[in-house]
């Protein structure tokens, strides 16, 4: 019943957590399934890898990172469609694909950033599927170029980080689903709460963003996919989000078989 629409696990991995213990922890935790994104560009090979080794449990994302593109190989578009020929029923979306301007790192690639979030979304329409968006302070430029795809690109945000505003133009004029992490737990982040308790509850999904970004009450260790159910549970109790209709809205946003 419960989702993890963005993890990363080969980083919780990394981190010395044993892979095997998470997932079964996962599966005696009602966790139906988890979705593993990339962040490197050899983590595409990773991610595909996690989702055959635990199969119809770890599902596979497949792109080029915002922050990762000046390192990606000049072929990467044969070669992610190799990929995704070889593993068709284990990528449910292109991504975690987007812009990121937050750092001043970031900022410098902006030009290339714009340019591979485009190709990619063509990327995504020419293989009917879904894409998982990073916007990192960077809506103008996320939701310009989304635009140019209007009815034709389907996906969700991840990890939303802006208000009722931005979410409201994803969702009205792209049709897009806003997926919250264990942000949305923070007492701080009133902005996130007002934009939840505002959109429609047939556009909201969930996620982790393990190891990164845990809920209120376990920071400072690592994030994990079992904690998605402190997510929906804070959203259950402070703003009546019920998990089957939050199920119902993650198979239309992900190309689930
Ligand atoms: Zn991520």
């Not at 981190?15 to 922890?25: A, C, M, S």
């Given at each position: 019943?419960?989702?993890?629409?963005?993890?990363?696990?080969?980083?919780?991995?990394?981190r010395g957590i044993d892979l095997e213990i998470?997932?079964?922890?996962?599966?005696?935790?009602?966790?139906?399934?988890?979705?593993?994104?990339?962040?490197?560009?050899?983590?595409?090979?990773?991610?595909?890898?996690?989702?055959?080794?635990?199969?119809?449990?770890?599902?596979?994302?497949?792109?080029?990172?915002?922050?990762?593109?000046?390192?990606?190989?000049?072929?990467?578009?044969?070669?992610?469609?190799?990929?995704?020929?070889?593993?068709?029923?284990?990528?449910?979306?292109?991504?975690?694909?987007?812009?990121?301007?937050?750092?001043?790192?970031?900022?410098?690639?902006?030009?290339?950033?714009?340019?591979?979030?485009?190709?990619?979304?063509?990327?995504?329409?020419?293989?009917?599927?879904?894409?998982?968006?990073?916007?990192?302070?960077?809506?103008?430029?996320?939701?310009?170029?989304?635009?140019?795809?209007?009815?034709?690109?389907?996906?969700?945000?991840?990890?939303?980080?802006?208000?009722?505003?931005?979410?409201?133009?994803?969702?009205?004029?792209?049709?897009?689903f806003i997926s919250f992490a264990g942000s949305?737990?923070?007492?701080?982040?009133?902005?996130?709460?007002?934009?939840?308790?505002?959109?429609?509850?047939?556009?909201?999904?969930?996620?982790?963003?393990?190891?990164?970004?845990?809920?209120?009450?376990?920071?400072?260790?690592?994030?994990?996919?079992?904690?998605?159910?402190?997510?929906?549970?804070?959203?259950?109790?402070?703003?009546?989000?019920?998990?089957?209709?939050?199920?119902?809205?993650?198979?239309?946003?992900?190309?689930?078989?």
């Amino acid at each position: 019943m419960f989702v993890d629409t963005h993890s990363h696990l080969d980083i919780l991995e990394e981190r010395g957590i044993d892979l095997e213990i998470e997932v079964e922890n996962a599966k005696n935790s009602e966790i139906s399934f988890i979705v593993q994104s990339i962040d490197s560009f050899e983590s595409n090979f990773t991610s595909t890898q996690l989702a055959e080794k635990f199969k119809n449990f770890v599902f596979s994302l497949i792109g080029v990172h915002p922050q990762q593109v000046q390192f990606a190989p000049k072929n990467y578009l044969e070669i992610l469609q190799n990929l995704l020929d070889r593993n068709r029923e284990k990528v449910v979306a292109i991504g975690e694909i987007g812009v990121d301007l937050h750092y001043p790192e970031t900022k410098e690639t902006k030009k290339l950033q714009l340019e591979f979030f485009e190709t990619l979304i063509s990327f995504s329409v020419k293989n009917s599927l879904p894409i998982e968006v990073h916007s990192w302070d960077s809506f103008d430029e996320t939701f310009e170029i989304l635009k140019k795809f209007k009815g034709r690109v389907r996906g969700g945000i991840h990890s939303f980080s802006y208000g009722f505003f931005e979410a409201k133009k994803f969702i009205d004029e792209l049709d897009f689903f806003i997926s919250f992490a264990g942000s949305l737990t923070y007492p701080k982040n009133q902005n996130l709460h007002e934009t939840i308790s505002k959109i429609p509850k047939e556009k909201i999904v969930f996620e982790t963003d393990s190891p990164f970004m845990p809920p209120t009450g376990f920071r400072g260790k690592p994030n994990s996919p079992l904690l998605v159910k402190e997510v929906y549970k804070f959203a259950k109790e402070r703003f009546g989000i019920d998990e089957r209709q939050v199920f119902e809205n993650v198979k239309k946003f992900l190309k689930i078989t």
